[in-house]
């Protein structure tokens, strides 16, 4: 139990264009979920909580408008990383709260901006 | 508020050796603490958590963790190591919320 998953695992896309990455819980609702990026050998970076059913709140220095979260279901989340830039390119990793305080993690996404 | 640090960006064990893995943390409440492994390109799976019940804890794959609140360490163990369990290893720590604090991870190596 307690699967996580994300879509998809790899994105390649253009300077200036949008991506959208799905987090979804599978065999449970999670009423909150996390959006992490993560640099080379580096730990996580929280970005921002996703609230289902309400506005998700934003971690200091992450721009909203360009990362734009939306937690339309119990079971689903997306990140919207607009007007991509080569800067941009990381690993996006969700994470869904199942049990109280516990975070099951999806197995991430692999965006290169080209 | 709450942080955790990790001593030792890499360990490096024999296979068939015991895994020590530190993790320290901070907290001003009474912490929930977890671990996590993540393998290359893949995202985190929990390992065990602390949750305020038994102060050793044990978790998947034979680790397990013993909470030290006089020492506010929660480090992990593994009494033999197998090539597998090769990977980076994350301690993390909540408290009162959902949301995570992590460490910044120990990478652990074994060989042959």
């Known amino acids: 139990g307690a699967v996580v998953s994300q879509h998809p695992s790899w994105v390649i896309c253009k300077s200036g264009t949008s991506v959208k990455i799905e987090c979804r819980s599978l065999?449970?609702?999670?009423?909150?979920m996390f959006w992490y990026r993560q640099f080379p050998k580096q730990s996580l970076m929280l970005m921002a909580t996703s609230n289902e059913g309400s506005k998700a709140t934003y971690e200091q220095g992450v721009e909203k408008d360009k990362f734009l979260i939306n937690h339309a279901s119990l079971t689903l989340s997306t990140l919207t990383v607009t007007s991509a830039h080569p800067e941009d390119s990381s690993f996006y990793i969700c994470?869904?709260?199942?049990?109280?305080?516990?975070?099951?993690f999806g197995p991430g996404t692999r965006l290169l901006v080209l | 508020a709450q942080s955790v640090t990790q001593l030792g960006s890499h360990v490096s064990v024999s296979e068939g050796a015991l895994v020590l893995l530190r993790c320290n943390y901070s907290s001003s409440v009474p912490p929930y603490l977890f671990w996590y492994v993540q393998y290359p390109n893949q995202g985190l799976q929990l390992l065990l958590k602390y949750t305020s019940a038994a102060t050793l804890v044990k978790g998947i794959n034979g680790f397990e963790a013993e909470f030290k609140k006089s020492e506010t360490s929660f480090h992990l163990t593994k009494p033999s190591a197998h090539m597998s369990d090769a990977a980076e290893y994350f301690c993390?720590?909540?408290?009162?919320?959902?949301?995570?604090?992590f460490g910044t991870g120990t990478r652990l190596q074994v060989f042959p």
């Open positions: 993390a720590v909540s408290a009162n919320t959902d949301k995570l604090i």
């Open positions: 065999d449970f609702q999670a009423t909150t």
């Open positions: 994470s869904a709260v199942r049990l109280k305080e516990t975070q099951y």
